[in-house]
């Protein structure tokens, strides 16, 4: 990468602003601001950068519907918003989702249109720690928050995620790097040991790689299991780890004084799903009859477990919550974004502040080529080819204040430092509209 | 543009292995997932550009895999799975060796392979997939074009077609 010249030719810093990309929500950005323009931002990783410093050319600013032609051309909002309640307020089975980008304040008035209509309500936990979140419901949650584990850890494990990659600062400024109370040293009073079958780059940080075998995870971390309780190990290599390996590491964590572990989408992913994950914290129970540990998951977009837990506080679910019977219900495989889609049920899509285009596997998006789209969000993406009212909403964290959960399931206060463009809309102020006017065609055709 | 510059991937291929048999098609392991250039790319919200293609439209391979079926940096190939098929560019990985394992970043073309089977535990499979991976002489579609392929939801409109 080139060198380039520090920016200095700015009005006013925005200082402590908290990142609106992964679910680190790193809340030390220093956001660069002239002619209510972002010219730079301080101490965002790659990732946050380039999401704030976005890209003018494909931000959405008008509302837009399909012409005859199957083009997209611009509308008055009345016109879009009108068409959307209209379609929202005819259907039989609708599905909301997106919601992990956006904030706590804009799911509030997007729950009563939930219940309002008798709607499915899904975020992206459905195609991402939908199974931790099964299997937590199942064996329990060994929970702690990121500043412990920065004052306390000596061993941090990372399995089935990438986070130079995918978070990149979560090392550097909550597990590994810093200095904390007990790590005075930061980086050498720690441990840094990742489980993956790929040298990925977090890996080559690392001073322990375990390569396990692809889908070898659940076999492998019940062997550690079987040796915490004692027993000998009959084969000579576990998921293509030598035993003596095993012992050795199993050592080393029953070792530890506070041991931290981090998985990601590389255990959800693989076929044994919430299996795998149900054995990770069955082994962070049995170390903790040895030392203490920990775990989280390492959760993608920075609100994604703020909706978890925003849905859990009001209805008792988690996510997929399904209203067509006029009170809350919640069934993994029945009433979830890609079942729904895969059985062809839903029958108008709401999307907001997600991006299916990118993230469904084309088997299950080949319903929405069916089915009506509303898409709310604030680039033009992949799904927008796929969208039929299109609803330009605001830049949360930038443009938009609000609330966001942080994968340790701290709530932050998210800064504004502009102001939206003219022509956009608050998501808040979007579903509030659209509640409001479906409450409208629901009253006048009693 | 600092945020989405790739590193340049090196354009040597070794043949260091010569009782390498050169085969047309190859069976390998599917992985997609999350990469830095891929997300740094799709939430700029540059996917309509040339950048996404070669960020999100490129499977990472083994520099020995792409010595047996004889394909170089940025040549198209075409990876099938049970769910579709796609083209895409072939690439040296940064984490190789792993051979018999590619790696495409989540994204539209990745889309089109993975399995939407989610076992009713509502998350599709989109890791550890079987495919196979042989040359091609297509060009790697934008994301637009790609995705009206694909999906075909306005074309019918446009042409006619019902
Ligand atoms: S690590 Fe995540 S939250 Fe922190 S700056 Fe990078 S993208 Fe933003």
Redesign the pocket.
Known sequence: MAYEEPITDYDKIVENCT?A??G???DD?DILVKENSVVGVR???R??ASKIMEDEDQRLKVPMMRDENGELVEVEWDTALDAAAELIANSIRPLFYGWSETNIETMKPGLELTELVGAVIDNQATICHGPTVQAVQNVGYPLMTLGEVKNRADMVVYTGSNPMNA????LS?YTTYPKGWFRKRGRYDRTLVTWDPKYSDTAKLSDIWIPFEENGDYEFVNAIRAVLKGKKLTKDVIAGIPIEDIYELTEKMKNTQFGALFFGLGLTHTLSKQRNIDIAIQLIQDLNKYSKWVLLPMRGH?NVNGFNIFMSYEMGFPYGVDFCRGYPRYMIGETTTIDLLNRKEADVFLVIAADPGAHFPSGANMHLVDIPVIQIDIHWGPTTELADIVLPGTFVGVETEGTSYRMDSVPLHMKKAIDPPETCREDEWIVTELLNRVKKIKEASK | MTYIEKPSISNVIKFDEHNVAQVDKLTVMLNTGTDIYQGACKKRGSTLKDEYRKVAGVAYMDPKDMAKLGVGNWDSVLVKSDWGAVVVYAAHSRDAPHEGMIFIPKGPWANVIVSNETYCCSDPTYKGIEATVEKSDKEVLLMADLMREVYKKYTKKAEGVN
Do not use: T, V
């Open positions: 990142c990309f992964c680190s929500n790193c950005l101490h965002a990783c990732l946050g978070h990149p600062r979560h400024r920075f």
